[in-house]
Nanobody, 123 residues
Framework: QVQLVESGGGLVQAGGSLRLSCAAS????????MGWFRQAPGKEREFVAA????????AYADSVKGRFTISRDNAKNTVHVQMNSLKPEDTAVYYC????????????????WGQGTQVTVSS
């Protein structure tokens, strides 16, 4: 497993942008697919975006497609999600997750999770 620490959350107005980062420990980061999930108050955790170990393949939830971009830097053991055109419904705690194998939108296949970072979008 890897240890994950998210950062970059905060308060932003609707239409604004944020860039979340996830720093991973361990020398095998490049063998992990990475995902971003979010959980709003009173709602279940939902998939946001995922990226393969190489960075060649990505996947997005329909709700964020065209607004969010996931990327990774294996040399720096980091994964990012650039969030543009933010909406109030994007308000949630955002979690970074890692798994060996291919990217997935299912949270139960990820075995390492960060502590989360709060994103609040005001209208």
């Amino acid at each position: 497993q890897v240890q994950l620490v998210e950062s970059g959350g905060g308060l932003v107005q609707a239409g604004g942008s944020l860039r979340l980062s996830c720093a991973a420990s361990g020398r095998t980061f490049s063998s992990y697919a990475m995902g971003w999930f979010r959980q709003a108050p009173g709602k279940e955790r939902e998939f946001v975006a995922a990226i393969s170990w190489s960075g060649d393949n990505t996947a997005y939830a329909d709700s964020v497609k065209g607004r969010f971009t996931i990327s990774r830097d294996n040399a720096k053991n980091t994964v990012h999600v650039q969030m543009n055109s933010l909406k109030p419904e994007d308000t949630a705690v955002y979690y970074c997750a890692a798994r060996r194998g291919g990217l997935s939108s299912y949270d139960f296949v990820y075995d390492s999770w960060g502590q989360g970072t709060q994103v609040t979008v005001s209208s």
